[in-house]
């Protein structure tokens, strides 16, 4: 049996995993690469397997950079089937049509600066209407439910915590007379996040593929989020500023409505009376679409959002709270003179209706921009929380005035401790972690600690390698190393999207002609050198 690291490997996004049995071979996940143009460029690459071998397709959860890549799989021919819970498949149902939508937006502002430039246009990644026919592969199940899509193969989804209907896999593969069970933490969640339930623990793995997003660092104490949030709303309002919040539609919107909801009249009766009057406006089309989602799987929710539910208070709704739908009534918000709350998507400002709420409120001194979820390198929210003093949206420079703040306790991910408990509950330990989904210095001081702490053996791999469980040995994929010329073309197509990195990656190149033989000791594509030479010589 065998495992290849296609996506998410010393990364954060685009989770895939092509795993290959004796007889059958299979994925988990498709996602989409997130960041900057330079990343974005991954997603037009061939997949680095034949469509027509893949026998089927686990999906631990929604979210774009896990699922994202569904249509483009669809579009280019696979026809099997993909297992994912009843609740992603519901997401599902919205956020590949709405990624589709975002994709042809995209695509024409893009080709309108490549026809203006003489440059050949090209065609969006994939549609909506690839991102809705995609949705008759899928097959939903129900958490804990045992399915066998090929005869050597067995799936259990279990509840990962982070998001409605997200999974932790365990899967059991029989070769033989030998069986290998390994399990995908998919995003591990939190505890004690609003409305979702613990991530269930494990008993026991002969190997673990484990995220690491927040691998090197903890989250400020949970328990003091909601506190934090309403003082920077409290204090925001009474200047005459907006309050922004780039959210994830889908997650943590809700969330975020939920601890509005739910405030303790006694202990935050102050700001109780500030946020009563002010409206607290959810934009975003596909945020308001699957709030709906939630409440077809009030079985998904924990003992708390249950209690709510049960005494007749739904805890996604309130007096002051509204939902906008159409563009109108989107743009209406930055011609309000009274302060308000905006919760917008994209989450990490790289589409969507938050960019225009940015555009008008970046600048503000009085206004707030508040994050509360993970900002993947090269975006547009990762650059702000990062302190740059300007921004570039929609081609106008924008100076960055508003206040910034970021609250990582709202984050879906758990952080080292969280990570670090969960794999400590398995009964029987893993021989062997995977560490992926995670940037280079929170994968590397996650292996550390579970090294020292759990004394189980790690493997931090790179875009393209195979671990063999047989041999007990990665294997460097053998995908040949472009000339310096070709980067050098490459990064003058790309210089209109990417200014800064883009000079700054060909003078390092200019400089450093001859001595480009591999990139951390691997080889890669065309668009990983890229990546990767800008990791080690930035």
């Not at 989770?15 to 004796?22: A, D, G, K, M, Q």
């Not at 927040?214 to 009474?238: C, F, N, P, Q």
């Not at 500023?241 to 943590?252: D, E, L, T, Y």
Request: proline share 3%.
């Amino acid at each position: 049996m065998k495992i290849t690291f296609l996506g998410a490997a010393k990364e954060v996004t685009g989770s895939c995993y092509l795993v290959e049995t004796e007889s059958t071979k299979f994925l988990v996940d498709c996602g989409m690469f997130q960041g900057s143009e330079i990343e974005d460029e991954f997603n037009y690459q061939e997949f680095a397997f034949d469509v027509d071998e893949i026998d089927f397709m686990l999906l631990t959860h929604a979210h774009i950079d896990h699922s994202g890549r569904i249509p483009l799989l669809y579009k280019r021919g696979y026809k099997k089937k993909i297992y994912a819970t009843k609740g992603t498949v519901d997401l599902c149902e919205y956020m590949l049509q709405d990624s589709g939508h975002i994709q042809q937006i995209e695509n024409e502002w893009k080709n309108r600066k490549r026809k203006r430039a003489g440059k050949p246009l090209r065609m969006p990644l994939y549609t909506a209407d690839d991102g809705k026919a995609a949705m008759q592969l899928f097959c939903g199940v129900d958490y804990d439910e045992i399915i066998e899509p090929s005869l050597d193969v067995k799936v259990r989804f279990n509840d990962a915590g982070h998001m409605l209907g997200s999974s932790i896999l365990e899967i059991w593969v029989k070769e033989g007379d030998k069986e290998t069970k390994i399990v995908f933490s998919g995003d591990l969640g939190n505890k004690n996040i609003p409305i979702l339930r613990d991530p269930t623990i494990i008993d026991e793995a002969d190997y673990l593929v484990c995220e690491s997003t927040y691998g090197d660092r903890l989250h400020e104490d949970v328990g003091d989020k909601a506190k934090k949030l309403m003082e920077i709303i409290k204090k925001t309002i009474s200047r005459g500023g907006n309050v922004v919040i780039p959210s994830f539609a889908v997650g943590r919107t809700q969330e975020l409505l939920y601890e509005i909801h739910k405030l303790d009249e006694e202990l935050y009766k102050d700001e109780i009376e500030y946020i009563s009057k002010v409206p607290v406006y959810v934009d975003s089309p596909l945020a308001t679409s699957v709030t709906g989602v939630f409440r077809k799987h009030l079985d998904y929710f924990d003992e708390e959002a249950r209690r709510y539910v049960e005494n007749g208070d739904y805890p996604l709704d309130f007096p002051n709270l509204h939902f906008t739908h159409s563009a109108e009534e989107s743009k209406a918000l930055n011609d309000l003179k009274e302060p308000v709350i905006i919760i917008s998507a994209s989450g990490m400002c790289e589409a969507g209706r938050i960019k225009h709420h940015l555009k008008h409120n970046l600048w503000r001194a009085d206004s707030t921009i508040v994050f509360v979820g993970y900002q993947a390198k090269g975006t547009l929210g990762r650059r702000i929380l990062d302190g740059e003093k300007t921004v570039n949206i929609f081609g106008e420079e924008i100076t960055v005035n508003a206040e910034i703040e970021n609250i990582d306790s709202f984050s879906g991910h758990a952080d080292q401790k969280g990570l670090i408990d969960w794999i400590s509950s398995f009964k029987r330990k893993p021989k062997k972690v995977f560490i992926v989904h995670g940037e280079d210095k929170a994968q590397k001081v996650f292996s550390d600690k579970i090294r020292g702490e759990l004394n189980i053996d790690t493997v931090i791999p790179s875009k393209y390698d195979t671990y063999d469980f047989d041999a007990d040995t990665i294997n460097i994929a053998e995908i040949a190393l472009p000339s310096e010329d070709e980067i050098l073309n490459k990064i003058e197509e790309l210089r209109d999207e990417n200014e800064k990195v883009l000079t700054k990656l060909k003078d390092i190149i200019s400089k450093n002609r001859g001595k480009i033989k591999e990139v951390n000791g691997d080889l890669a594509t065309l668009s990983d050198v890229l990546t990767r030479l800008k990791r080690r010589f930035s």
